[in-house]
């Protein structure tokens, strides 16, 4: 393209890199933008049942989502208030991320964010108040990344070993594990004397992660945007990387071409749960501070949303979970303010989820291009296989 | 009809400019064809000069940019596939479009059912209506048969039952012998010929010499897009043919020269193979290969060959039994041991077993090697290093790619092939294994692959080739050994044998493995 004679190394360089991002993410874009118009229409057409509000009142969706997007970046309080949001988000979404990389589809992402939360719980439980936290943290977030990635290698080992197919044994190792967090804190890690099992509060134990940022953003914060280049480094710059996308690209010919497939299932695997137990980790450590009964979370579920609408590619999940975990924080000022319910962003994550599916952008394109099915499949190949796997 | 009157003059159909443009190619450009009444007409040409986008014109899969489709001697536009059945053009592709769960007859009738009533089929109607159409073309096909229970030959001919059933004037059929034995070829062209005799048109579109040859009456060429030629087959060979396809002179067989063959390189004794559901398909195979000697071994499919292959190269654990590699033992060896033992392996199904579509050239390039420097330095990959060398393979393998980093989907066939012959054949070899490593390819990469396979062989390499098509082992072994039920039944010199005698020993196992089986 450029008169310059291109060298070997200038052709992976910034620019191309940027465009095929783009590339990469154009369809979530257009998923997003979809999403916010029907959700739009919705809230229009709901306007009558709020106070104050004709019966279709187009001026609603602009109010809410304007409160949506001044209470997501309008503040210090809103940013930090998304980026906290978004920390689970990023790390459980680049572990589902990596799973489909690897060709695996980790719908686990519950049980090993739970097991993250008991792992690090575990660890605060047992060590002495009199430690200091500069160990405490480091252990307790060690220990959760370990428990989660355990919780990743079982369904690792199972299908490496006797082909079980990994959507079946997450989904079923989900409900062990979300009993096992139960047992936990009505056993062996409940608060002596307490009515009620609970947990330890882990600020009377120097276990809460140190504020970085505004009123409550936590460290935890950090180790999500350092994970992002991490796995891509891994994922893009390793030969252990280049062996899990070969796996999840064709098995077949990464095992016709010496590697071991079956090691790279349960290391996939593992490493993706340590990721999703690390966000349970540092939820723990970092917002709840405490498991009390009934302690669940959808982030396992989110986390697929994130990994999907970043096409498995880690600087698209880190925008993705950001974008997510602005939804959410933005959610209760468009309460307050246009009085919009907050559950509006579960909604736009459905529907966002839905327009992903259905890849209105390439159907289009497809059906535009001249000859449009040649292109069309020639598109689908290069996108994450993410998308082929769902839709087997 | 009307038409009928003036079929003699004006031809069943007719293409005339048909130009179709995608981004950065002309994949057809002012295409002229014309297909008369009762003829046979074979469309020649390479991978990707363009047939198939004709025939998805005239299918209305594609919209052209420019031209015009007459059909008896009339205008049409064929908005989709619905619209040419409704004129009578049908399609048989290369991978056919059946449900296996339904019969025959079911199948046949997909899409133009003949109802009893608002709410079910009259299978009887279309029961009658197929087995008339099978007793008048000599179709052997039971109605009721489940098409997953067929035959490939069988399930072709349902196909074209189907077409028959839609009463196709203009049949067309995609390189319909790609997937068919000798014989399923010969009964299929036989039916051809019935259905020409019938006063339908066929287009018959293939990249093989011979066939089009055997059963066309006449054959238009295109290459790059464009109709280089068109000509009788009485009137024309397979060296003229072959050159217009290409483009320049080809030698349709590569001269494999003079083998210097030197110390036994590989030595297989009493192998025990088993199969994925532990049938010992290899019941104890020996064989030798010297260095700078190609072996063939020829075999119908299914009798043992993917196994001992799978074994060599060390996908697959030999029961029992030795394999030697220039002195050294490497039994049992994984493939990634085998690989650095100096083993090069081309697998039979390049799409499946040899390439990642998704990733870049250069990725696929460096698939067995990515882990070694300048590859790779400990855990790290050298990416510099790996497009130097890519793009060095792409100019000495003659790799027709815009740039190394294109992804290898969106290769043609032979490109693909090249950039898995690149791959294995770039380093020393003490043995390079070959599973039919020119299915589907066009004569021009074919003679390229040869040429190569057999300059490996000077070099001293041991080759074992493996393939289905007889005529590339009768081609290009200097030996050539006939595999039977897992066993090596007869080993024979590779320029003197007789393609019957060795189609006899293929299809009986000869004196051999009769004797063995009296006495067991």
């Not at chain 1, 104050?52 to 997007?69: C, E, Q």
């Not at chain 2, 072709?156 to 009463?167: P, T």
């Amino acid at each position: 393209m450029s008169a310059t004679a291109p060298t070997a190394r200038s052709r992976l360089s910034a620019p191309a890199w940027l465009r095929k991002l783009w590339l990469l993410l154009a369809e979530s874009v257009v998923a997003i933008l979809l999403a916010l118009v029907v959700g739009g229409i919705g809230i229009a057409a709901f306007s009558g049942l709020l106070p104050n509000h004709s019966s279709f009142d187009l001026g609603l969706p602009i109010a809410a989502y304007g409160a949506l997007w001044s209470g997501a970046v309008g503040s210090t309080n809103g940013i930090t208030s998304t980026l906290v949001y978004s920390t689970p988000l990023i790390l459980a979404g680049l572990g589902v991320g990596l799973g489909f990389k690897a060709g695996l589809f980790n719908i686990g992402g519950r049980g090993q964010f739970l097991m993250g939360t008991v792992g690090a719980m575990s660890v605060v439980t047992l060590i002495g108040s009199s430690t200091p936290g500069y160990i405490t943290i480091p252990l307790a977030l060690i220990v959760g990344a370990a428990l989660g990635g355990f919780a990743g290698f079982i369904p690792g080992v199972l299908k490496a070993t006797s082909g079980a197919h990994e959507v079946v044994t997450t989904i079923m190792l989900n409900y062990i594990l979300v009993f096992t967090t139960y047992w936990a804190i009505s056993g062996p890690l409940r608060l002596p004397n307490s009515p009620q099992p609970i947990t330890v509060d882990v600020t009377t134990r120097n276990g809460a992660l140190p504020i970085v940022l505004g009123r409550d953003g936590h460290i935890g914060i950090l180790f999500a945007l350092l994970a992002v280049p991490l796995v891509w480094f891994l994922l893009y710059r390793t030969t252990l990387g280049f062996e899990l996308r070969t796996a999840g690209a064709n098995s077949d010919a990464a095992r016709y071409a010496g590697m071991k497939t079956r090691q790279l299932i349960v290391l996939a695997m593992t490493l993706a749960g340590a990721l999703c137990g690390l966000a349970g980790a540092t939820t723990l450590l970092g917002v709840v501070h405490q498991i009390a009964p009934g302690y669940d979370t959808t982030i396992g579920f989110d986390a697929i949303t994130v990994a999907l609408l970043g096409r498995s590619n880690p600087v698209g999940i880190m925008l993705s979970g950001l974008l997510l975990g602005g939804m959410r924080a933005g959610a209760q000022s468009m309460q307050i303010s246009p009085g919009v319910p907050a559950e509006l962003v579960d909604a736009l994550q459905a529907i966002i989820l839905l327009f992903l599916l259905v890849n209105v952008l390439r159907r289009w394109r497809a059906r535009r291009a001249p000859g449009g099915s040649a292109s069309a499949s020639a598109d689908s190949t290069e996108i994450a296989p993410a998308f082929g796997m769902v839709a087997k | 009809m009307p038409g009928e009157a003036a079929a003699t003059s004006v031809p069943a159909l007719e293409m005339r400019g048909i130009t179709k443009r995608y981004p950065g190619v002309v994949a057809n450009d002012h295409i002229n064809l014309d297909v008369r009444r009762g003829e046979i007409h074979a469309l020649l040409g390479e991978n990707g000069a363009g047939k198939t986008t004709l025939m998805n014109v005239l299918y209305g899969l594609a919209r052209p940019n420019e031209g015009q489709i007459l059909l008896d001697g009339k205008p049409v536009t064929i908005a989709g596939p619905s619209d040419a059945i409704d004129r009578g053009i049908s399609m048989v592709h290369q991978h056919f479009m059946l449900v296996p769960v339904l019969s025959v007859a079911e199948n046949v009738v997909l899409g133009s059912e003949t109802m009893a009533n608002r709410l079910f089929l009259d299978r009887g109607e279309a029961n009658k209506r197929i087995a008339a159409l099978a007793k008048r073309f000599g179709f052997a096909l039971d109605p009721e048969m489940k098409v997953g229970s067929l035959s490939v030959g069988q399930q072709q001919r349902v196909e074209i039952l189907k077409a028959l059933y839609r009463d196709a004037q203009i049949l067309v059929l995609d390189e319909p012998t790609a997937v068919l034995t000798p014989q399923e070829t010969d009964e299929i062209f036989a039916l051809l010929r019935k259905l020409a005799a019938d006063g339908r048109s066929i287009v018959f579109i293939s990249h093989k010499l011979y066939e089009v040859l055997a059963v066309a009456d006449r054959i238009t060429v295109i290459r790059r897009g464009r109709v280089i030629g068109e000509r009788k087959p009485s009137e024309t060979t397979e060296a003229e043919l072959a050159e217009l396809m290409v483009g320049r002179e080809v030698e349709l067989t590569v001269d494999r020269g003079v083998s210097h063959a030197g110390a036994p390189m590989l030595q297989v004794e009493g192998l025990h193979v088993a199969d994925d559901r532990r049938q010992e398909v290899v019941p104890g195979a020996t064989l030798q290969i010297r260095a700078g000697e190609i072996l063939g071994i020829a075999g119908v499919a299914g009798n043992g060959q993917d196994e001992l292959v799978e074994a060599l190269i060390g996908l697959r654990r030999p029961s029992a039994g030795k394999v030697t590699l220039d002195g050294r033992e490497v039994t049992g060896f994984s493939p990634r041991a085998m690989n650095e033992a100096g083993v090069g392996y081309v697998p039979g199904d390049r799409q499946r077993f040899g390439l990642i579509l998704a990733f870049p050239l250069y990725d696929n390039l460096v698939l067995t090697s990515y882990y070694r420097p300048p590859f790779a330095h400990g855990f790290l990959r050298e990416d510099a290093a790996v497009l130097e060398s890519a793009d060095e393979q792409v100019e000495r393998f003659d790799i027709r790619v815009p740039s190394s980093t294109v992804a290898t989907a969106t290769l043609s066939g032979g490109n693909q092939q090249k950039v898995v012959v690149a791959r294995e054949f770039d380093r020393p070899l003490k043995l390079l294994v070959l599973d039919q490593p020119t299915r589907g390819l066009d004569v021009g990469s074919i003679e390229f692959i040869h040429r190569q396979i057999i300059a490996k062989r000077d070099a001293g390499t041991a080759v074992l080739l493996v393939s289905a098509e007889l005529d590339e082992v009768m081609e290009i072994s200097d030996r050539i050994a006939v595999m039977f039920r897992g066993r090596i039944v007869a080993e024979l010199d590779g320029r003197t044998a007789d393609k019957s005698q060795v189609g006899l020993l293929m299809a009986t196992g000869g004196d051999k493995a009769t004797a063995e089986e009296a006495t067991a």
